[in-house]
């Protein structure tokens, strides 16, 4: 039974404007003041976006 109060707009699938659709999850610990510091940001996921593609972008470089 569906929920009466849902909203079908969640039923369509998601579109993005990315090279690359943001699929995938990814978890890991960070401490506390870490964790801070990134909420702290405008936009958190794509700060840690960025900065993760950032390093691997060096780290392929070198």
């Known amino acids: ?6 909203n079908p707009d969640n039923l369509n699938p998601y579109e ?3 090279d690359e659709p943001l699929t995938a999850n990814l978890s890991f610990r960070v ?3 870490m964790k801070e510091a990134v909420k702290a940001q405008d936009d ?3 700060f840690c976006r960025q900065a993760i ?5 060096r ?3 070198s």
């Open 16 to 18: 993005t404007d990315r």
């Open 53 to 57: 593609q950032e390093k691997l972008d």
């Open 44 to 46: 958190p996921p794509e």
């Open 31 to 33: 401490s506390e003041s």
């Open 1 to 6: 039974m569906p929920n009466p109060k849902g």
């Open 59 to 61: 780290q392929k470089s």
